[in-house]
Structure formats: C-alpha cells, structure tokens
C-alpha cells in the first residue's frame, strides 16, 4: 500500500466525519428549537461535561484525553452556535439569519 491508498483512506473518513458532524448540527437545532420553545437556557454546562466524560471513557486512542476534549469541546461550540441560531426558511433549505445577513452585506462585522 503507498502513499496515495493511505491519503484515500483519510479522504474518506473526512467525508464521513463531515456527514457525522452535520447530522450532529441538524439533531441540535432540533433539541435548541425544543428549549426556546420551553424557555431553557441554549447552554447546559452539565449535559456537556457529561458528554466529555462519556466520550474520554469510551476513548481507545491513539487521541489522549486532552486531544477528544479539545476536539469535542470545539464541536460542542459550533453545535451550540447552530443551536442558537433560528432558522428562517429559504427556498427548500434552511438557512441562518446570520448567514443572510452576512450574504447580505457582504461582511461579517455587520451581521454582529
């Protein structure tokens, strides 16, 4: 096997985390729809050390402790992010109002 089956292999898996990760942002925009809806806070440090603590357990390496806690601390951020963010309807997809806004503007300092 050389060099280029190996980069293949990695190619791949990056496609597949990509998929993961969306399917993870979209089951969150669900559950932050759900917690406006009940007037629930969109962060719950709890849950999230919770989720870090069952993700280091299951963790078999090579990544270390501190690698799946960083890696999943950012994933949590974003998912958040996406989370808090009400969706407006645009065309046959979803879209964030501040993506329209910074489409809009053409900035990302206006949208903020």
Excluded at 53 to 63: E, F, Y
Excluded at 71 to 82: D, K
């Amino acid at each position: 096997m050389n060099i280029e089956y190996w980069r293949n292999e990695i190619d791949d898996v990056d496609r597949e985390l990509l998929q993961l990760l969306n399917r993870r942002a979209r089951l969150a925009m669900k559950v932050g729809a759900l917690k406006r809806t009940a007037g629930l806070p969109s962060c719950d440090p709890e849950r999230e050390q919770v989720v870090l603590q069952t993700l280091q357990q299951a963790n078999t390496g090579p990544l270390d402790r501190r690698a799946i806690t960083k890696l999943f601390r950012r994933i949590i951020r974003e998912t958040r992010r996406v989370q808090t963010v009400e969706p407006v309807s645009h065309g046959e997809r979803s879209v964030d109002k501040l993506r329209l806004i910074r489409q809009a503007t053409g900035s990302r300092e206006a949208a903020l």
